[in-house]
């Protein structure tokens, strides 16, 4: 026979079972810290990237230059471009409402950690930046005076993720030729009715068996856009995992197909050449439009 004491013994230790279950439950989702970059860095001190590049103008302006940073100032943005393609090597671009930069890395597989629409802070103190003919990065001194990767365990030191990825926040502008370039390079972008100059039903965007020029690792492509004749290189590693994949071309009209490119718009200045420069990030920033 089941007494009053005996029901409400019952009910009290199923009571304390159940708030036992909901502690648990809570402890279980409280947020843990981030195994990549340094979670101790703090939120003060941001400025934007414009005023980064507005700061230190002849670092940036200079065709080959770098600078250490000694002032504890931070910046803060979204990733808009990785590793993912192999097209951007141990590099990621960054950007936030005011500009884009480069921040070259040491590093393969950044993309696992620093996926597209991931926020993140930098803090500048003791990196450096440059201007690697005139695109601005921030990197480790190289071969002198120019701009290059910096080690993976100092930029594991120096930046620190927030949130989760958010892709949504991440959109291309529209491209123009004519844009500013110290305002723009860097910046995502997206180019409409772009035909490939090269395009012939059989050549590549990167190949690697001599039958284009290659330079660094890469290969420089001639575009029109709007069936004008453009300054604008699409360039593209013979390493990135769409290099084998043919220029649009319509082998049953035999001209090239137009289609819309998305990148990084990136610059390289050479003596009296300034040239926008567009890194595909990977194979879907190609869209054919026929």
């Known amino acids: 026979m089941i007494t009053t004491y005996s029901k409400s013994l019952a009910l009290s230790v199923f009571c304390l079972l159940s708030m036992f279950c ?8 409280d947020p843990v810290n981030v195994p990549y970059g340094n979670n101790s860095i703090t939120e003060d001190n941001i400025i934007t990237i414009a005023e980064l590049k507005a700061q230190y103008p002849n670092v940036f302006a200079a065709t080959d230059a770098n ?4 002032e504890d100032i931070k910046i803060r943005g979204r990733v808009t471009g990785n590793d993912i393609g192999s097209n951007l090597y141990k590099q990621f671009s960054l950007q936030d409402e005011t500009g884009g930069l480069i921040v070259a890395v040491n590093q393969s597989g950044l993309s696992g950690f620093l996926a597209l629409g991931q926020e993140i802070i930098i803090d500048l103190k003791d990196l450096y ?8 990065e921030i990197g480790q001194p190289y071969n002198g005076s120019s701009i290059g990767r910096m080690n993976k365990d ?3 030191k120096h930046f620190k993720i927030v949130g989760t990825p958010d892709p949504s926040k991440v959109a291309p502008i ?3 030729e004519k844009m500013n370039k110290d305002e723009n390079c860097g910046k995502l972008v997206i180019i409409r009715n772009v035909t490939f100059t090269d395009a012939n039903g059989t050549n590549s965007f990167a190949p690697g ?3 284009a020029s290659v330079v660094g690792g890469c290969v420089n492509r001639n575009i029109k856009i709007n069936d004008e004749k453009s300054s604008v290189v699409i360039r593209t590693s013979t390493y990135a995992r769409f290099a084998a994949v043919p220029l649009p071309y319509d082998n049953v009209n035999k001209r090239p197909k137009k289609c819309n490119i998305t990148g990084i718009a990136t610059r390289y200045a050479s003596g009296s050449n300034d040239t926008w420069q567009i890194l595909i ?3 879907s920033d190609i869209e054919v439009l026929e």
Do not use: A, L, N
Not at 22 to 29: A, G, H, I, P, T
């Open 174 to 176: 529209e491209f123009d």
């Open 209 to 211: 068996d001599g039958s």
């Open 281 to 283: 990030r990977q194979e």
């Open 154 to 156: 100092i930029f594991q």
């Open 129 to 136: 930046i440059g201007g690697y003919r005139k695109q601005p």
């Open 67 to 70: 600078k250490q940073i000694t």
């Open 22 to 29: 909901v502690s648990c439950e809570k402890d279980w989702e």
